[in-house]
């Protein structure tokens, strides 16, 4: 099993960065990929964003590429999303989600990510 603590959420400005935590615990290889998902009251939980432990590879959702970046601490065995240029619409409850690894690269359906954290409120005013 693979437990996932998100941490790092909070209430800021448009404009303003926030950086969200993923610690990991558990058997290792089911965090060989680690993601980022978002869930706005309403509406279907989005990817964000994905990053394998081994090599490093990134993804990112179209709404937040140029703006978020997905990192990881392989001796921690933690992931960060660094926000910035953060908009309203960013609001959401933030989702840190892992899974063995995969050859279609990227995985950005949340059925692909079999681990899930509890998440953490982000929301940007204006």
């Known amino acids: 099993q693979v437990q996932l603590v998100e941490s790092g959420g909070g209430l800021v400005q448009a404009g303003g960065s926030l950086r969200l935590s993923c610690a990991a615990t558990?058997?290792?290889?089911?965090?060989?990929?680690m993601g980022w998902f978002r869930q706005a009251p309403g509406k279907e939980r989005e990817f964000v964003a994905a990053?394998?432990?081994?090599?490093?590879?990134?993804a990112y959702g179209d709404s937040v590429k140029g703006r978020f970046t997905i990192s990881r601490d392989n001796v921690l065995n933690t992931a960060y999303l660094q926000m910035n240029s953060l908009k309203p619409e960013d609001t959401a409850l933030y989702f840190c989600?892992?899974?063995?690894?995969?050859?279609?690269?990227?995985?950005?359906?949340?059925?692909?990510?079999?681990?899930w954290g509890q998440g953490t409120q982000v929301t940007i005013s204006s």
């Open positions: 989600a892992s899974r063995e690894p995969i050859n279609r690269w990227p995985p950005t359906k949340p059925t692909e990510y079999p681990y």
């Open positions: 990053i394998r432990w081994s090599g490093g590879s990134t």
């Open positions: 558990g058997r290792t290889f089911g965090t060989s990929v």
